[in-house]
Structures are given as structure tokens and as C-alpha cells.
């Protein structure tokens, strides 16, 4: 029989869900590094003196602005692939189509544009075949657009886990990307094989595409952090995602290229955070002459902004997520 020492009371936590108030083992692995601990000489569950004199382990929230703690992510990375895993599974589950559902919106919208855009409005392509030049954008744009529709909604369909369970809920929004890149992958095969039809093929440069590919993914997460914090307090954030999505893609470069922009304007145009993502799609796979330049560099400053911005604000209003899912 255990003695009083090993015994546990169960304490609820607006951060943590269910968590333990620990009477002994002191020494054991805390559940997180980021909670605060106190020492207490009484039970903190019943408010009764500890006959056996050994202090009561409780756990509370941080208050204020806190940094992302980075290795407690890493700890729980096993977490982040299982809720990876089971929104594929999801995604494609009882799907006649399947996987084709991918590749059968982006080349869709790449028709429409064609026909609208390409062949009756006129709008110039920089010397590439527009279904190409179109495609080419397309494909980080839909990356984008779903990842912050998935990761906005993420923590609202999330919801009997945060309530339940103590985990750190940055692996929500996250977690529901990594599908997207799943996503990402298998269109681009279809592009390959749009150039390696109409004759172009990548040069150096393609090198460079691992890096606007993790710009796209950090734009995503930037906007998606926002939106799913929000998405919490105030459900009506969800209906402005589709919205703002179809808004985004009319002042980025999807369908027009940033040339028709004036020379002065365009580092103003870059503060958009998916036209340099955009511009560096086409610079690395369709063997544009001219590098993206300076209307990257903007960008990327912006996205880095939005990103430090939206990490701060998703650790400070996490710790009233159980409390108001």
C-alpha cells in the first residue's frame, strides 16, 4: 500500500488542464519548465497541515509576456507528429478523389486564370507560358491560404485536448500545417511537369527554393498564430479568414507579375509578405533573369516582425485558452 508520501491530489488549471499536485518526489521531472512552483507547508488541495511535514508541490501559469520556450517544444515533438499524422488521415478519409483534390484546385484556378487573365485581359507574364508563370505562384500561395485557414481554426477543433490535457498549444497551430506541406509536395510534381512541357527548365537558382519555401511557412505561421489566438476569445475571426485569404491574393503577384508595379513602390509592395515568396517561386524555378532583389528583403523583415509579434501574443493569451474554448 502506498504511504501518505506517494499520494496525489488532482488539481484543475486554467493552462494546464489536469494537472498533479505532487505531496513527495521532489526531485522528479517537472511538466513543464515554464510553470512557476511554490513550496507549500499545507495541502494545497484540501488546506489541511501535511501530517507527514513534507511541502506540497503546486503549479500555476506565468504571468506576463514570455518567450517561446524552445526545448519544451522539442520535448513534446512526438505529440506534434501523432496530431500531424491523424489531420491527413482526416483529411482524405472516406475522399472518392483522394489526393487528386490537391492537385485539382490549384490547376483549376490555373485555367481560370489562363483563359481571364492570360488570353482575354492580356496581362503580360515576363516571357513565360502564363499557365506556368501562374501555377508557379499558385502553388506557395495555396500553401499559404491553407495553412492559416487550418491553423486559425486549429485550437477551436482542438478543443477536448486543451481542456483535458496539459501540452504546450503551440504544437496545435503547427501540427495542422504539416499537412499542407504534404500538400505542397505532391503539386509540386504537377508543376515540374508543366515546365518540363513547355520547355523550361531550372538552373542554379533552384537551390534558393528551400529557403522562400520556409519564408511561405513562416508567413503562415506568423498570420496563423494571430488568427487561432483570436479565433479563441472571438469566434466571428473564423468567418474573416476566407475573406482575408481572397483579398491577400488579389494584392499579391498570382495572377500579374510585380513588374506592372512601379520601380519606386515595389519595397512598399513588398511589405506584403507573400510577394517576395512569390517572386522568389519564380526567380528560383522558371529561370528569371533578374533576382527578387531588395522586394525579398522586405519581406522577410515583415515576416519576421509578424512572427515575433504573433509568438508573444499566442504565449500570453495560452494561459486562458482552457478557460474559454
Known sequence: MRSEQDRRSRTFDSLSGFTYLERAGLGRKLPSPRLRWWLLPTDAASGSSLTSGSPALVLRPHRGWQPIDLPELWRYRELLWILAARDVK??????????????????????VFSFFFGHLAGIPSDGIPYPVFTYCALLPWQLFATSILQAGNSLVGSQHLITKVYFPRLIIPVSSMVSCVLDFAISLVVLLALMLYYGIRPGAAILALPFFLLLALASALSVGLWLSALNVKYRDARYTIPFLTQFWMFVTPVAYPSSLIPERWRWLYGLNPMTGVVEGFRWSLLCRAQAPGPMVLVSAVTVAALLIGGLFYFRRMERSFADVV
Do not use: D
Open 90 to 111: 482526416l483529411r482524405y478519409r472516406q475522399t472518392a478523389l483522394g489526393v487528386l483534390w490537391v492537385v485539382i484546385q490549384p490547376f483549376s484556378t490555373m485555367v
